[in-house]
């Protein structure tokens, strides 16, 4: 645990290894071979990041079917070969297409014109010499043909320019679409984990630059898999999307809520300081708490949930991996004083100690 803890925190180790455990449980008792692709499909499915894959899986074992090799090779197929790098992939082609279409429009408008410039030398050449009436007009009418030409073809480029300028743009709107769409957790349309971790690396760097403060919130639902496994995986998804616009409210401007993994959520405030900071983690606490989850297919009562909350501020010499693993020391004080409460780093010796205090005492 030292050792992993020099790159990742003990929590954050602890949770991957949980989903890598269980992961490799399904496997065996499903009779799977652990191969890459397989032992993927299930990690994620651990996870629960993927609520298309975890509704198809789930429907899988309630069915009674015995999973197998071939059915996990078609779900992951189906669920985790990239989706955003196949649209990408295809705007790129459509996009090379409308691309060598003007080239081809340009290259024959370019030798259309060469040879209206070739006319135009040739009959320059004819009417420096005597010429008769006859020929004069037979001249001006093969001038005539070949402006015409000309205009047809410099007509014929505008149409396909035009053309091609409403194809960018579409091509161009898709793909912002797909890139906006690869920097968000699919369930609860907040920032991803990529997107958090690209956040963090620009925040940092503002940071440095600026002097300004940042801090960051670590956020875990309280109990989550004890609910998600006594209400179902849709009732916790509802949780999970709960949590993500509570999150996601509460922040401002170039603050980024985003999903970290799992249950666990994040935000990442720039030019705020750890007072700042405290007020927001303190108000989705309460705004979490406040709301009375109700089952959606029968409007039973479930009760309300509760998360707990880490707070860090950012130090010169921090890296993110350094700033996440003290917001995470903090976010692991505040679930063994309890749950349901704020720990940001000029708290964390007092309640460790209380906490410690209380067990003792126990």
Do not use: W
């Amino acid at each position: 645990m030292q050792g992993a803890g020099k790159s990742v925190s003990d929590h954050e180790f602890e949770r991957a290894m949980g989903y890598a455990n269980s992961a490799l449980g399904l496997l065996k008792k499903s009779g799977i071979p652990p191969y890459p692709q397989f032992y993927e499909l299930l990690y994620t499915y651990a996870t629960g990041v993927n609520p298309s894959l975890n509704n198809r899986i789930n429907a899988i074992f309630s069915s009674g079917h015995a999973p197998t090799t071939n059915l996990a090779e078609t779900l992951y197929e189906e669920f985790l070969k990239s989706d955003v790098n196949d649209r990408m992939s295809n705007v790129s082609e459509r996009m090379h297409v409308r691309i060598q279409a003007v080239h081809s429009a340009i290259d024959t408008a370019m030798t259309t014109a060469n040879s209206y410039s070739g006319s135009l030398q040739s009959a320059q050449g004819d009417l420096e010499r005597p010429i008769a009436p006859q020929d004069l007009k037979l001249l001006a009418a093969r001038l005539l043909a070949e402006t015409r030409r000309m205009q047809d073809t410099n007509r014929a480029l505008e149409q396909k320019l035009e053309a091609s300028r409403e194809d960018i743009s579409a091509l161009q709107r898709d793909l912002d679409d797909v890139r906006r769409e690869s920097m968000l957790d699919p369930l609860t349309k907040i920032a991803n984990r990529k997107s958090f971790d690209d956040g963090m690396r620009d925040a940092i760097a503002e940071a440095r630059q600026t002097n300004n403060p940042l801090c960051l919130v670590l956020v875990d639902i309280d109990h989550f898999k004890t609910f998600n496994d006594t209400f179902g995986h849709q009732t916790g998804d509802q949780v999970l999307r709960l949590v993500a616009m509570t999150l996601k409210s509460n922040t401002k401007g170039r603050d980024i809520a985003a999903r970290y993994g799992g249950e666990e959520f994040a935000a990442v405030l720039p030019s705020t300081d750890l007072k700042g900071a405290t007020i927001v983690a303190e108000n989705v606490r309460q705004a979490i708490h406040a709301k009375e989850l109700l089952k959606r297919s029968t409007n039973e009562k479930l009760g309300r949930i509760t998360a707990s909350f880490g707070v860090a501020i950012f130090n010169a010499d921090d890296s993110a991996t350094s700033l996440i693993e003290r917001a995470d020391r903090c976010l692991y004080a505040a679930k063994h004083a309890g749950r349901n409460r704020v720990v940001t780093e000029d708290t964390l010796a007092e309640v460790t100690e209380r906490t410690r205090a209380g067990v003792s005492a126990a």
